[in-house]
Structure formats: structure tokens, C-alpha cells
């Protein structure tokens, strides 16, 4: 139905488009045959983080070779990963047991039991193929707050964290085409926001981030429930270190691709990646596994690979930077001899630098959601309907707009009003009180499915995230070859603190539906968790048995101004106890920060690029 983006079209496009750069063809960027070769750094995992790093170094003149266990998702995912009107759907992102797997751009990873969340084993995606989890994700695009960015300068001893001063990295990373109002076509979800803190001019970028050419009608009735209950719409959005009420959010979609003439998600592979070919000498190692760093001395002097089989090593003159994500980066350092030393021990691998926290203080806001029947259209009910189907397939293949175009659309934030916080405990109330002043403590997210039944044209799902988890879990290793998977515990509300800011965030859920300016749209008894679930125990318990993730885990190779206090890389993203050696992805982040983390992980490549090429 949609030929342009089948697999050998796509092929023919990534060849036919090559001739407009005239620098360099796309294929001469990849490693075939590959073998054995020398770098000034190697950056092991080419997905989000590790892609804006490797452009910019190499952007310096400097030769990188990149390591990536995956492949295209242009390819191997086709329109499942392009079009951002499935970025919600994907089979890929099921979190259950028993998952339709997609082994060629996902890791297929399964947690181990979550003991605080009814003893489930969830599939956790993580992207494995070039551009990582930006190719998988949902594309919502926010910044922290300045609170939270000053928690993380305090907590790593370095005023290069603080919102003022990182604040050019987000500038740097990106380029926001501002909101076509009359494409998005809602004159009641027009708004405003801060220009001042983005790029301007010429060379932004090279992420492409956008508000998306379509409002899913739903989501504008979840504006008016929110707002009903005290979350008012912002004027600035969500990307100026303040995050205090709704937003229609910006996305990392681009909305005029000239790659597909259509609007498409933007990931590192996309746009870092892309512009890397094209300007610089960048070599990719693709469907290529990192097995272990080496040393000499104390000194990462390159990394064992293998594609389809065939091992070979690349040695690095300068450095290696580890950029594999929040599950692998960990695995990859205690494998190659950095961790817990007992741990290494039983495996048989001899201790390079003895790290207790490696793979440790693994945060993860989990978040749920309350489901009642809508008479709004939505977009799933628009493209579920063949009536309507072809033309918004028609709007988004000639206009790129309609519901195909976009991804999530109204998300809010807030601390919890006092009304809300009557159940918790002496020790909840301590720990919250704790966070920076500024940092929301609960997400709502608007979203929507095809309804069905009398009157029920949309299932409405209403969402909230628990955006300072207080559990903690963990990655661990049950062997020493990398091929084998890393072991993955969540620690789901595993902290009764979590559980009672959980509930408390299920009520409001309840509020805003309950909320009059939604009464004309709202049809039928609540279908989730549903008229049964009432007393505190009730929600509790139903909360454990729902609970998913927000694939936001991070955290596992904390950021820290020193290795005794559990942290694992300095300020620089050096790791402590060796030389030669950066971690620079998701893992690092010394905690979750409020809303997605993408933003930030870019900010953060840009951030650490720049140290390595000043020899900080
Ligand atoms: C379903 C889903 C939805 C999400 N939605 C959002 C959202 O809407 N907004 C947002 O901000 N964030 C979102 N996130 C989170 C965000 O996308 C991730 O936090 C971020 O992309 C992680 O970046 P990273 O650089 O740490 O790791 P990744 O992007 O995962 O990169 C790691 C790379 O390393 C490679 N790799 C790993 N091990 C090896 C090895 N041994 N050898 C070679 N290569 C290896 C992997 O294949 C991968 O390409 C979402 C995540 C998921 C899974
Ligand atoms: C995506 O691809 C599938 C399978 O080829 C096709 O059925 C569908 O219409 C495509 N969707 C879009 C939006 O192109
Ligand atoms: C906003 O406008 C859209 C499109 O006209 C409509 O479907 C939706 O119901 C309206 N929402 C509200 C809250 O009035
Ligand atoms: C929300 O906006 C209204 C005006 O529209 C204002 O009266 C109210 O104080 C605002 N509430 C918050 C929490 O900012
Ligand atoms: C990992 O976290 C889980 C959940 O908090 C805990 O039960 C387990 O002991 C931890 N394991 C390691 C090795 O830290």
C-alpha cells in the first residue's frame, strides 16, 4: 500500500539520494569486508548517544570507527520505525512476557521477575540498530528542569551540568521548524512557547524536532480535563527548564524529509548519522557485536568485535567511548573486567578496575493509565476505519499531515496538590520534599486507541508516570561472553514510597476523567482498572499487576564525583580506575529526570564530544 517504503524502494532511495551529497557515497561509510583496523576512537554502540558523539568527533578530523550490533532500521523495520503515526503501535514495543519479536532492530531483552509488580517478566525494547532506541521510541521530545540540572552539577562537582551552561547543548543538537497551525488544523489546540531557546540561523541541528501537522481530537479533551483539575495549559512548552502543566509536546519527527517527502521520524541515525557520511571520513561497523574492551596497562587500547561470526579487533589510538545504552554499556564493563570485583571473580574474569557500581542504581519510571470510552474520533479510530483510512494515508503521503504524521500529543506535569498527599507516609513526604523545588513529581500523558461498542468511537488513556522512582534495580551478568544477555531487574515499586505516590497519581487520573468539561465526551462505565478497583489496597494491587515501563531506565553507570560513593564515571564521563575509556549514553545519567530522556542523552553527547576534543 505504501511502496515508497518497502524494503528494496528504501534501498533504491538511500542510493538515489546518495548523489546529492556529493562528498561521499553512503556505502563507502560502512566497514565491508570487515577486518581489522585503526581508529583515533572507537565508539562502541551507534544509537543515540554514541552517533551525535561519533559525528562530532569526527567532524573534527579525527578518524572514528563506530560499532553497531544492529543494522538500517530503514531496512530491517521499514515504515514501523519511519512513520511516526506507528511509533506507538509498534509490535517491537510490547511489554509482556511472550512479545512478537523483531530481532533484527530489537534486543529482545525479558526482566527478570519484578517482585514488587506481581511477579511479571516484561519485554524491555531496546533499540539495536543504527540510531539505538531513538529508531524505536515515541518520539516525545522535553527537556528537564533547571532544578534538576543543578541537582546533577552539585552531585558530580561540575557547574557544566547546571541549565545555564548546558542549555548550548540542546541548542547545539537540535533544529525546531515552529508548529504549522493552519496543517494541524485545531483552532482549539493553538498555543504558544519559548522561541528563545532554540537555535537560530544556520547549522542547527542536525536533529530535526517539530510539532506535529495533526492534533489527535482526543487529546484536546484531555487538555480541558487537566486543566480542570489545575494543570493549565503552559505558554512556554516543555523545553525551557520548567515543566508545569500541558503542552502539545515537540517530537522528534521531521516534518519535511527529503529523503521520503513526507514527514518522518528524526533518530541519530537519521540526522547525525546522515550528516556524518556526508562531511566526514566516519566508518561504521554494522551488525557488528562489541565482546570486550582491551587494556594495557590500565589503558582501553581498542575492542573485540565480531560481524556474522568473524572476529577481528579495532584498536584505538586515542579513545574508546562506550555508548552501548543502560543494559549493555554495564555488561560490556564487567565483561571486559570493570564492576564488582566478586562479581567478576565467580565469572572467572580477572579484575580490571573494581567498580561496585557498575550496574547499580537502575531507575525507571513506571507508568499506568485510567481507560474510558470516548465519542471523540482519535487517530486510531481514524485509521482502524477503513472509510477513513486512505485519506489520511493520501493527507500524509501529499501533505505530510493528518494522523500518519504524529506520534504522542498532550503531556502535562505537576507536584501533586495537597489534596493528594494525605495518605503519605512521614518518610514519603521526607523523601519528595528532598527533590529540587522545581521537579514535577508526576506525568499525564494523553493517549488514545480505536474504541468499540455503542457510542465508543475512541478508547481514551489517560496515562501518569512516576517521574522520581525511589526503587532501585539493577543489571547483572550470569557470564562473561558478551553475546550472552544481561540480566535485567527493574526493581519495580520495590519502595513503598512508590507505591504510595502511584495511587495517589491513579486518583487524579480519576479526577480529570470525573472533571465536568469532559462529561460530553465521556461514554459508559470506566473500562480500566474498572468500577471494582476502589480502596487504596485495590488500586495498589491493581497498579502492580499493570504497571509497565516508560523505557526511561537509565542510571547503571552513575555519574559521580567519586567511585566509593557507587558512581562510575567522573564529570567527563571518564570511568574510574582506567585510562583511555568514556561511557557516554543513558547509563550514565546520575538519576531520572523529570519527563524523556532524549533530549538530555543528546545534550549530553554534544557535552562529552566537546571535553574529548578540548582534552578535558
Ligand atoms: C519504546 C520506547 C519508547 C521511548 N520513548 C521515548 C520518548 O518518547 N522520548 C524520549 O525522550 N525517550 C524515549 N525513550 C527512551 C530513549 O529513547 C532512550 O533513553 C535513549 O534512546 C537511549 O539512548 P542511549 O544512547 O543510551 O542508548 P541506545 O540508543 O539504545 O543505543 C545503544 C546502542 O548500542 C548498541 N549496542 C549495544 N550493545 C552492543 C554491543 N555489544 N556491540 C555493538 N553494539 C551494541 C545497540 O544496538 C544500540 O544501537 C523510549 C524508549 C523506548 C524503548
Ligand atoms: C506500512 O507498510 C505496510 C506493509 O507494507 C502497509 O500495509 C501500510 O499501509 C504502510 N503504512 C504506511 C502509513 O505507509
Ligand atoms: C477541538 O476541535 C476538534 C476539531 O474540530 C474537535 O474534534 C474536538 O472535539 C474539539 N475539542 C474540544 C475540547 O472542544
Ligand atoms: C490557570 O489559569 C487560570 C486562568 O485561565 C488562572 O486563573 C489559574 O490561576 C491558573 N492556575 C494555575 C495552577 O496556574
Ligand atoms: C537487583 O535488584 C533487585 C530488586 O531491587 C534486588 O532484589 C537484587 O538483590 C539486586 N541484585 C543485585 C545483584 O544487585
Redo the contacts with the bound molecule.
Sequence with gaps: MFAPLSGTNVLAVLLLCGTTFAARLPSSAFAVPPGDATYDYVV???????LAVAARLASSGASVGV????GAYELDNGNQSIVPGYAFSQPA?APVEVFPPRPLVD?SLVSQPQTGAAGRKVHY??????????A??????NRGTKGSYQKWATLVGSSAYTWDNFLKYFVKSSELTPPDFAKRNTPNATFTYDTSVWCTGKNCGPLQVSYSNWVDPSHTWFAAGLKAIGLNTSTIGHNSGILQGGAYTTETIDPSDPWFGTATRSSSESSYLRWAIANTQLMVHYR????KILFTSGKATGVSVATEGYSYTLTAKKEVIL????F?SPQ?LMVSGIGPSAKLSSLGIPVISNLVGVGQNLQDQIFFSVQNGMSTPSSPSILSDPAQEPAALQQYLTKAAGPYSSA?GYIAFEKLPASSRTAFSARTNSLLNALPADVPEIEYLAGSFAGTGAGVVTIGDLSASILNPFSRGNVTISSAD?TVPPLVDMGWLTDPADAEVAVAALKRLRQAWAAPAMAAVKVGPEVKPGGAVQTDAQILQWIRENAIQI??A?GTNAMGSSAAAGAVVGPTAKVFGVAGLRVV???VLPFALPG????T?YALAEKIADDILAGR
Design positions: 562502541v554502540g551507534g544509537g543515540t548517544a554514541g560499532v553497531e550490533a544492529g514495543l534486543w525494547a531496546a533499540g539495536k540498530t543504527l540510531g539505538g532506541t531513538s524505536l521510541n515515541t518520539l516525545a521530545y557488528t557485536i562489541a565482546t555508548s552501548a545504552g543502560t549493555h560490556l504522542g558478551a523505557w526511561h537509565c549514553d543513558a547509563s524523556h530522556p532524549q533530549a542523552i
